[in-house]
């Protein structure tokens, strides 16, 4: 394997790190709760992490429409170059993911990694986590895309919400 430092000519596409440079990926030092107080919220912005994938996957436009804020935002940006949306709204969101479904004759699967929080507030925080969506089709099971996400998450009405959400994919889909 060859590295641009041992003289290699090839230009990595995606580039390595594209994420943080452009500032899609903004982690930072961690802030412990020594009180354990903060544990619930987490474990709470994380299931709906775990909860958009379930209800894409799933088809139910109804429960996806629950994941997001009334006035959320959907956006993404293919390996930092090509922006998707913004796509704002709680029904232009789930307009727009349930589009999809009738070109997808395969079965979706978004799973979710490395979920980590910053900024956590008693009505907000910030959350990322990794994507690697595959699908299925044929009895065949292949890797779609993956990438870098950033929630921006809210506490509605006493429930966490996703406010914004920009998905960052290292390969077109």
Not at 108 to 126: G, M
Request: aromatic fraction near 10%; include cysteine; glycine fraction near 8%.
């Amino acid at each position: 394997m060859s590295t641009a430092s041992e003289g290699s000519s090839k230009q990595l596409h995606p580039e390595p790190g594209w994420s943080a440079r452009e500032g899609h990926s903004i982690l930072k030092r961690v802030a412990m709760d020594a009180s354990g107080s903060s544990a619930i919220d987490r474990l709470l912005i994380t299931e709906r992490i775990y909860r958009y994938g379930w209800c894409f996957d799933e088809r139910s436009p109804e429960l996806l429409g629950d994941c997001f804020t009334t006035d959320g935002v959907w956006e993404g940006r293919i390996m930092g170059e090509v922006s998707v949306g913004p796509f704002k709204g709680r029904s232009a969101i789930v307009q727009w993911l349930s589009d999809f479904w009738p070109e997808q004759f395969d079965q979706r699967r978004h799973v979710f990694t490395n979920v980590t929080i910053d900024d956590l507030t008693a009505t907000t925080a910030t959350a990322h986590a990794y994507l690697l969506l595959t699908r299925s089709a044929d009895a065949a099971m292949t890797s779609v895309t993956v990438g870098p996400y950033r929630l921006i998450m809210a506490k509605d009405a006493g429930v966490w919400r996703i406010a914004c959400l920009i998905g960052g994919f290292d390969v077109p889909f």
